[in-house]
């Protein structure tokens, strides 16, 4: 995949609530998780993943944690969209769940 596709899909440089959502959908997606698991994984609920994923409150630093610890997926990805820094195959999951998310049929039901 080109780099001016991926800015695009990664919404590079937009640190707006519902750019992170974005990427926290395509993240959780990409490490085959429900809202249920991921929330069980950082001490939160289904519903506050959910509010992250509707960008009804910003992603937090335990799930950005978590992403970083767990998964490689960075705070400079989830904050900014930068993924140049991120590993190949770590890139190749999170780009194939954000070119879904962004595709013309909508985005993908939530999973729980």
Known sequence: MEARLKT???RTGDESAEAAALRLRAAREA??????EL???VGRGKSAISNMEKARSFVSMDVMRYLFREHRIDFNFMMAGLYAQLPGDVQDRLFA???TLNSGTGQKPSSD
């Open 8 to 10: 695009e899909l990664a």
């Open 31 to 36: 490490i085959q998780m429900s809202q249920i």
């Open 97 to 99: 769940e954000l070119a």
């Open 39 to 41: 929330g069980a994984a």
